[in-house]
């Protein structure tokens, strides 16, 4: 059974900092597209930052040179650090996994382009 776990959400004040971790196990996914989600009450789930197996990245424009996401195949687990937290950065965010097309460049930013999620870890940024 495949399942990812996010990790390191919580409560920070507005320039603060926090770093998510998502681990899988179940499987590896070395060769995939790992991404991070967000969704806001509200709001629709949105892209925040994507990484193929080469470790090449992309990134929503609002979170662009705050955030940055890595991977360590070893531990088959996802990271987002989160740095110049803002009030509107808060949200649950989800790790998802492409699969299905392995050694991809191509980072997708549609949820629908992910086929495993995590369940979610809140971040709270306070004004």
Known sequence: QVQLVESGGGLVQAGGS???SCAASGRTFSNDVLGWFRQAPGKEREFVAGINWKGGNIYVDSVKGRFTISRDNAKNTVYL???SLKPEDTAVYYCAA???APRSAVVPTTAA???YW???TQVTVSS
């Open 18 to 20: 926090l770093r998510l």
């Open 98 to 100: 492409r699969s299905g």
């Open 81 to 83: 650090q989160m740095n």
């Open 118 to 120: 995590g369940q979610g």
């Open 113 to 115: 382009s992910y086929n």
